[in-house]
């Protein structure tokens, strides 16, 4: 899934750990969520919406060339 959760970080001069506490994640998943390398829980995708003041929306866009998501022709 497509976010922008490193330019967001970025405009609040958090690292990777300051948001990791502030989600009550690692770094790590931090890291891997920025890099689209995993996706977020629907819990985790609402706190991080939370703790930058957006909608969920504003952050993360789906992938249309992501094997698993459906076009609305095949749904």
């Known amino acids: ?5 490193k330019v967001l ?7 990777q750990e ?9 770094r790590q998943a931090v890291n891997a969520i920025e890099r689209e390398k ?9 706190t991080i919406a939370a ?4 909608e969920i929306s504003e952050i993360f866009q789906a992938d249309p060339y ?3 998501m459906l076009s609305d022709d095949e749904a």
């Open 1 to 5: 899934m497509k976010n922008n959760i």
């Open 9 to 15: 970080r970025a405009e609040k001069n958090w690292s």
């Open 18 to 26: 300051a948001l990791g506490k502030r989600l009550g994640v690692s």
């Open 38 to 46: 995993h996706d977020p829980s629907l819990q985790l995708a609402f």
């Open 51 to 54: 703790v930058f003041g957006k």
């Open 66 to 68: 992501q094997p698993n």
